[in-house]
DNA sequence: TTGAAAGCGCTAACAA
DNA sequence: TTGTTAGCGCTTTCAA
């Protein structure tokens, strides 16, 4: 930066200053400026410019996977939302994992984010003492936790499962099934499967037929041999819930292979809104979770809270309502 | 650092010292420290350290979209090849647009990443400029450009693509469309549709038939709807090469709607191995680029360079060999 | 194995 | 609108 404003001779608090967009120079300084640095190749040094404002402009946001285009969409939300800012989302992923997430939040923290962005409401003590020291603005997306540790932008998993339980229901099928993995890991699965068994209790069916298919998250093969192992169980099933829309097309595959008739001989429905479950035959009726609106919002939220600093807590707790999408694959019982 | 120090009785020196595994500091002090530490809720400050040390510790990385399952593979091999390291993946996005790239590229070497990970082998000439300048280790890869900038780990898109046309013309067909985004972005897409062409005319055979679906990426919908119009226009076409697994898959719903048997009345086959294209009913031809690979590659070099520094060209680049996957949607002709 | 001094490259605060 | 001074929280270097 000395160089610079030697090469545009200024002080490197005017060259500094040019940099910003907001700070008062004058249009010819500002241009001199730029160029000097043009031709002296500089880059500026956001590192150096964090430790000295104590804004690195980060925004820390931890998802599951980078391979689920769910939360790839919510990230994608996010980051469009910060575009116009001065904010850049810092992204690792957990596997699925509240130890691995405790590991990745600390090492997120070390770079001093703005504000931190989870997915997800369950988290280990450490993790979330970490973050509640930490003051910063703390977002918990994707799920409704009964404790948050700041806000949230989410929605009850168990409640737009209970959702297609009806839908089905309201279509006439009364031996339901769900199909998604063990309980160990993906708290938003466990939390799906815990609302089909709610509402087919409430409505006095059985809730007892759950498939599970491996470790999430559960791929389409993985949902292809669940399907595989329904049929073979409980063959008189009329519908299956599956946990997500990967699971529900791997078994509309395996349907296919074995010439069993969607929706007629079984419904499929699955969770997500993802793209194959619009274009595959028959399409797949699903839960579009509002992915990319979540991260928007949360978008919308950091800026608003990045300008009144330091981190107020307004904590307004944004409910996202996922709506049905009822297809083909639900149809014509 | 100055609490935890005086909170563990050592000096700032100490506490830098244990917190780093490699330094020497004995167990017992170590251990005093990381106790204070904890009771302090003291949490390492990674921007200091980086600007002290002029070493930050990140890897910035571009893909053209998160939401690329694809790309996203890269990103996982790349992040999980480095787990054991100090270093941490820093990801942008630059939405398949050079211009984008140059921004993002900027606003990543802020940040003093100490290597960097291009998507493509093509970039604007003020990209390459501030590449070549910023004195570390640049990777270009999914691509094999001819003159990179310092390290390549890719692949031919067009020798991908002639593999797909010989393997179709193996199987009987000669009558071959190409099924893809327009050329204005993905230059990816658009050296699979070169390879396409090369060897259609190689074979004497005639590779004007080129679907055009709009701006990359190419969704399922614009397969699906391209798939129609290629139906339109040469209703003998024996088969079509799609610039991607999720274009075919598209491609193949079309088919399916209209009772289009695939392959026997046309053959599909795909770019990418996508989960899909294995799934589906029939499965697709694909190539496998080997994503993951790629990632874990590119980590393996890293790892080995940052140790030898300053960054020290050893420029060998490696060549990935894309597979070809053969599968019922290109069988029985 | 531990400590002291200097400084990484920038920005906040104040002055002109 | 521009410049001066001090310091952000660490690590490097050198000494003990």
Same mark, same amino acid.
């Given at each position: ?22 700070? &008062?120079? *004058? ?14 190749? &500089? ?8 430790? *000295? ?19 790839? !969409?919510?990230?994608?939300? #996010?980051?469009?939302? #910060? ?25 997120? #923290? ?9 997915? @997800? /409401? ?12 930490? /003051? ?35 279509? %006439? ?8 993995? !063990? ?5 938003? %699965?466990?939390?799906?499967?815990? %609302? ?17 298919? /491996? ?14 192992? #329904? ?23 395996? +349907?296919?292979?074995? @010439? ?8 499929? +429905? %699955?969770? @997500?809104? &993802?793209?194959? *479950?619009?274009? +595959? ?13 979540? /991260? ?36 014509? &019982?």
């Amino acid at each position: 930066m000395m160089d610079v404003a030697r090469e545009a001779g200024v002080s490197p608090m005017t060259v500094s200053r040019a940099f910003k967009s907001d700070s &008062y120079v *004058s249009a010819q300084t500002r241009k001199a400026i730029i160029e000097a640095a043009d031709r002296l190749g &500089y880059v500026m040094n956001s590192t150096a410019a964090g430790l *000295s404002s104590q804004k690195t402009g980060f925004i820390a946001v931890t998802i599951p996977s980078i391979n689920n285009a769910n939360f790839a !969409d919510t990230v994608r939300g #996010l980051t469009d939302g #910060l575009r116009q800012s001065r904010l850049q989302v810092l992204l690792g992923s957990t596997n699925y994992d509240v130890d691995e997430e405790e590991r990745l939040v600390r090492q997120l #923290l070390t770079r001093r984010p703005e504000a931190i962005v989870l997915t @997800g /409401g369950v988290h280990t003590d450490k993790c979330r003492k970490m973050l509640e020291n930490a /003051g910063i603005a703390v977002f918990e997306t994707w799920d409704l936790p009964k404790d948050p540790i700041d806000d949230v932008v989410g929605f009850s998993n168990a409640n737009a499962a209970a959702l297609l339980v009806r839908h089905l229901i309201s279509t %006439g099928r009364r031996k339901i099934a769900f199909l998604g993995g !063990d309980a160990s890991r993906d708290t938003r %699965g466990f939390d799906r499967r815990r %609302g089909f068994v709610n509402e087919m209790n409430a409505q006095n069916l059985d809730g007892n037929r759950l498939i599970e298919a /491996g470790p999430p998250p559960i791929s389409m093969r993985e949902g292809a041999e669940a399907m595989a192992k #329904l049929l073979t169980l409980w063959p008189d099933t009329q519908a299956v819930v599956c946990v997500s829309d990967l699971a529900a097309f791997g078994a509309l595959s395996e +349907c296919q292979r074995r @010439g069993v008739d969607v929706p007629r001989r079984i419904a499929i +429905c %699955g969770f @997500g809104a &993802y793209e194959i *479950s619009e274009i +595959c035959v028959p399409p797949i009726t699903t839960i579009d979770p509002q992915c990319y609106r979540i /991260g928007q919002v949360v978008a919308q939220k950091i800026i608003k809270k990045i300008g009144l600093e330091p981190h107020t807590s307004s904590n307004t707790e944004l409910g996202i309502q996922p709506s049905l999408v009822a297809r083909a694959s639900t149809g014509n &019982y």
